[in-house]
């Protein structure tokens, strides 16, 4: 009797047992009880251990679908069946995610007293990093760069048959975890203005405001800061992007970019690629950058005129960009809603610095998508 498998399926042998599955559920299920109970107020007296548990849960998680998926088996990508798993697929399991994941945004940006306990899991790591106790933007911090270095780690092995892959990943993680949390809580613990060199304007919008400028221009590392954020922004940016296109921001360093391609792996397959989402994606990203524009603009020659002109016309605005734009697009729709609508929402519709670069690109890079009439 033969034993050829006679199978003829396209897709590879290869999966996720259901015991591995089965387990990385079970990890990823006690990490997040760990720290919903740090809510409530569980292990409020050794927020390091909850911490280290819950964390530590989750990346045994990773680490197991890491050992079912990947290891031992050929390199290469394997995606099958993300269009029938319920994480992966819009099913109840994405759902429960993204509103978890909105929840969260809603707190950390307007109710931060309700995720509390949470934050003082990271009372600990603060005040050896900072000297001071945590906030929740310092917890947030410690999430976001747990997750990019984690889920990371996963994308490499997943593509560790590709260089630029591979190198990628690396930049990102490298500067998430120095540029965007280390250095800045560096800084804090020197008394000094926290400052995120990987963030500039206009994606970090009120860098260059007047009420910024004014504040950081008081110590020598303040202007030096200010100095090389007009740098990146205007000299660094234009010829980057005409070496290499827009991608050496937006794939090597931008932490929103890092945390798409890593975290928001899983859910690539879920964005809109047809021409009417391309369409709107032209208008609101440039859109965007417009807005932020003027409003840097009104910004300043209102400071100029000591208030004279707009009044607080232009305060005003500056308010309702950095609650439209900065806290529910960027952050409740651009990752709360990864399980839902895919990880590139806010880098393809709201992200003022993917416009500034694509415009770079598409008239100065060598980069630039051109027609050769030669051939028509």
Known sequence: MSRSDRSLSLAGPHHLGVGST??????????????????????????ALVLGVGWGALALAVLLVIRGRYVGKPAGVRNDGVFHRSLTARGAIAWALGIAFTAYYVALYWFPESIAGITRLFDPLSRLL????ADQWFAYGGFYTFAVLVMGAKFLVKYRHSRYQTWRTVSVMFFQ?????????????MQRPEFYFSYFWPLDYDALWPGTVGSFSTTTLGLWAIGIGLVLTFVATPVLTFLYGK?????????????????GDPFRQLSDKGLKAWKIERWMVHGVLLLITLLTALLWVNSALEGSWLGSFSQGFAKAYGFVIGAVFSGVVGVGFY??????????FGCPMAAYLGIVQRFFSRF??????GQC
């Not at 900072?130 to 106790?133: A, N, V």
């Not at 975890?177 to 613990?189: D, E, M, R, S, V």
């Not at 630039?368 to 009439?373: D, H, L, W, Y």
Request: glycine share 14%; charged share 10%.
């Open 22 to 47: 089965r387990l990385a559920a079970w990890c990823a299920g006690a990490g997040t009880m760990a720290l919903v109970a740090a809510l409530f107020g569980f292990g409020a007296d050794h927020p």
């Open 130 to 133: 900072r000297g001071r106790p």
């Open 177 to 189: 975890l120095g540029f965007a949390f280390l250095l800045p809580a560096f800084l804090a613990l």
């Open 247 to 263: 991608r050496w921001y937006c794939s090597w360093v931008c932490g929103c970019g890092g945390l798409a391609e890593t975290a």
């Open 339 to 348: 399980p839902l609508l895919g990880s590139r929402v806010w880098c393809r």
């Open 368 to 373: 630039r998508i051109t027609t050769n009439g």
